[in-house]
C-alpha cells in the first residue's frame, strides 16, 4: 500500500512539473526590434568581413565605369555627387552608442557625435573619389546632414584628405530630405555622371518616400542604372528602407514600429 501511495505521489509531482514546463513565462525583449535591430546592423558594419568586400565591390565597379565615362565627350565639366554617411563616413560607433543605451536616433545625440569629428573611412570610398579627382573630375558632397554641422563635416572630410572638401562642394538640408533641388544645382553647370550613396534617395527623386511595393517596382524599372550610374553602399542600420515599414512615421514609439515590422515579416 504505500508503494502505491509513493507512486501516486510520484505521478502527481511529474505531472505538475510537466504542466510547469509546458507553459514557461515568456520575458519581453530586453530592447526592441528598432533598438537591437540597430545594434546588430552596426555590429555587422565593424565586424563583417562581407561588409567590406562589399563597399570595394561597389568602388571597384565604379573605378571601372568611371574610366569608360572619362573615354567619352561631355559638353560641361564632369561631377560627381555623393552622399556622405555610411557612403564615405562610417557612423557605426553612434549606432552602437545608442542602442547600448536602449535609445534610438535623435538630432541632439546626433550632432554631439558629428561634432567629435571621429568618423572613420567607408572601405574604398576615399581610394575611388580620390581617383577621380586626379582624372579631373569634381566631387559634390550632398548630405542630409543640419547647416549646424557644417564646419564639423568639412573637418571630419578633411581629416582623411577627401577631394573637394570645401564648403562650396557642401549641400547640407534646408527645408526638405529630399536631394533633388540639390542635385539640380550642381547639375546646372556640370554633367553628374555618376551617384554614389547608401539610400535610393540618393540617386533620384522617384525614390523618395515610397512604400515598399512602390520602391521596388521603381528599382526594377531602373535596374539597368544601378552598377552604371548609381553605385550602392550597404547600409542594414537604418535608411528609408526602415523609414517605409511604418509610413515614415518616425514619431510612432519603439514598440509601435516594433509592431508595424512584425506584421510585415514573412516567417513560417
Known amino acids: 500500500m504505500k508503494k502505491v501511495f509513493v507512486l501516486a505521489v510520484t505521478i502527481v509531482v511529474t505531472l505538475t512539473s510537466c504542466r510547469v514546463q509546458k507553459n514557461p513565462s515568456v520575458a519581453p525583449p530586453a530592447k526592441p526590434l528598432v533598438v537591437d535591430g540597430s545594434l546588430w546592423g552596426a555590429m555587422w558594419q565593424q565586424k563583417a568581413s562581407e561588409y567590406k568586400a562589399l563597399c570595394y565591390q561597389a568602388y571597384n565597379i565604379a573605378r571601372v565605369r568611371l574610366d569608360i565615362i572619362l573615354q567619352q565627350q561631355h559638353s560641361k565639366p564632369m561631377a560627381i555627387v555623393t552622399d556622405i554617411d ?69 573637418e571630419n572630410l578633411k581629416h582623411w584628405n577627401f577631394p573637394d572638401a570645401v564648403h562650396e562642394h557642401l549641400f547640407l538640408k534646408q527645408t526638405t530630405s529630399g536631394k533633388e533641388q540639390r542635385r539640380s544645382i550642381v547639375a546646372k553647370d556640370h554633367e553628374i555622371v555618376m551617384l554614389c550613396g547608401d539610400n535610393l534617395s540618393d540617386f533620384s ?57 512584425l506584421r510585415q515579416l514573412k516567417t513560417y
Request: aromatic content about 14%; glycine content about 6%.
Open 86 to 154: 555610411e557612403t564615405v563616413l562610417d557612423n557605426s560607433p553612434y549606432a552602437v552608442h545608442r542602442a547600448l543605451k536602449d535609445s534610438g536616433y535623435s538630432d541632439e545625440s546626433w550632432m554631439t557625435w558629428t561634432a567629435k569629428v571621429e568618423c572613420d573611412t567607408v572601405p574604398g570610398s576615399l581610394s575611388f573619389l580620390k581617383y577621380a579627382s586626379g582624372k579631373g573630375v569634381q566631387i559634390f558632397y550632398i548630405t542630409n546632414r543640419l547647416e549646424a554641422e557644417r564646419n564639423a563635416t568639412v
Open 205 to 261: 527623386a522617384v525614390f523618395d518616400k515610397q512604400p515598399f511595393p512602390e520602391r521596388d517596382k521603381r528599382v526594377t524599372d531602373n535596374a539597368q542604372l544601378f552598377g552604371e550610374k548609381f553605385i550602392v553602399l550597404p547600409n542594414a542600420s537604418y535608411g528609408d528602407w526602415e523609414g517605409a515599414l511604418y509610413n515614415f512615421n518616425y514619431n510612432l514609439s519603439p514598440a509601435q514600429k516594433d509592431s508595424a515590422i
